[in-house]
């Protein structure tokens, strides 16, 4: 039975966890969604598994009133996760990648509706109770979003953040409205001086390799 007080782990941890592939896949990860551990990535993983494991099985299993009162349970609770289409099937499942997982934790949806300006303050905002989800305060940013839910995320009535004229909203739309059309501008001009400067470099290394050929044939007419 085990020891009550003693929580069960809810992810697998990887099986060769030193292969250099996977430790560089999983930096970048952590990086992207601002997570704050490997330990939310093998969570995501371990839940992506599970529905992919029981899919397999359901696919194997002869048809039955038992398989589709199963089937229909895991593909509307994946549905209204916002992880599949209504119109998805079992083969679907199958399909789904980490980053599917991932966009649909409360961290990154408060990113994606600009409540946020970057994955760490979206955490940082999560975790000191300034968002809630209808009327319920969530702390946890690894808590993944229903499609129902997804409409309304918002900060607390009572939380600093609410009001319009907070350093950190004002700061953001300022920031915001700087990289408009200028943030293209200076990209394309980034790219414009790239461009010149290999095309330099190809010229230079052309000039070396024909003066290099023609000193060689020099050599050979001496």
């Given amino acids: 039975m085990g020891d009550p007080k003693k929580l069960k782990k809810k992810y697998s941890p990887p099986i060769h966890p030193w292969k250099k592939e996977a430790i560089d896949s999983e930096k970048k990860i952590k990086?992207?969604?601002?997570?704050?551990?490997?330990?939310e990535i093998y969570r995501a993983s371990s839940f992506l598994k599970k529905y992919k494991d029981l899919a397999k099985k359901l696919?194997?299993?002869?048809?039955?009133a038992q398989k589709e009162k199963e089937?229909?349970?895991?593909?509307?609770?994946?549905?209204?996760?916002?992880?599949?289409?209504?119109?998805?099937?079992?083969?679907?499942?199958?399909g789904l990648q980490?980053?599917?997982?991932?966009?649909?934790?409360?961290?990154?949806?408060?990113?994606?509706?600009n409540l946020a300006r970057t994955m760490k303050q979206s955490r940082q905002f999560i975790t000191h109770r300034h968002i809630k989800v209808k009327d319920m305060e969530l702390t946890s940013p690894s808590y993944l979003?229903?499609?129902?839910?997804?409409?309304?995320?918002?900060?607390?009535?009572?939380?600093?953040?609410?009001?319009e004229d907070h350093p950190e909203r004002?700061?953001?739309?300022?920031?915001e409205t700087r990289e408009g059309p200028r943030a293209k501008e200076r990209k394309n001009?980034?790219?414009?001086?790239?461009?010149?400067?290999?095309?330099?470099?190809?010229?230079?290394?052309?000039?070396?390799?024909?003066?290099?050929?023609?000193?060689?044939?020099?050599?050979?007419q001496e």
């Avoid at 991932?102 to 990113?111: G, I």
């Avoid at 995320?153 to 939380?159: D, L, P, Q, R, V």
């Avoid at 004002?170 to 920031?175: A, D, Y």
């Fill in 59 to 64: 696919i194997a299993k002869q048809d039955s």
């Fill in 170 to 175: 004002v700061l953001s739309s300022i920031k």
């Fill in 145 to 163: 979003v229903s499609t129902q839910e997804e409409n309304v995320i918002a900060f607390k009535t009572n939380s600093s953040l609410n009001q």
């Fill in 31 to 39: 990086k992207e969604y601002g997570l704050k551990n490997k330990q």
């Fill in 98 to 113: 980490l980053n599917d997982i991932l966009q649909r934790r409360l961290q990154s949806l408060v990113v994606k509706k």
């Fill in 71 to 94: 089937k229909q349970q895991i593909l509307s609770k994946l549905q209204n996760l916002g992880l599949l289409s209504n119109a998805a099937k079992l083969d679907d499942i199958l």
């Fill in 189 to 220: 001009e980034k790219a414009e001086i790239k461009e010149k400067e290999k095309s330099n470099d190809n010229k230079v290394e052309k000039a070396e390799v024909s003066k290099a050929k023609n000193e060689e044939s020099l050599g050979e």
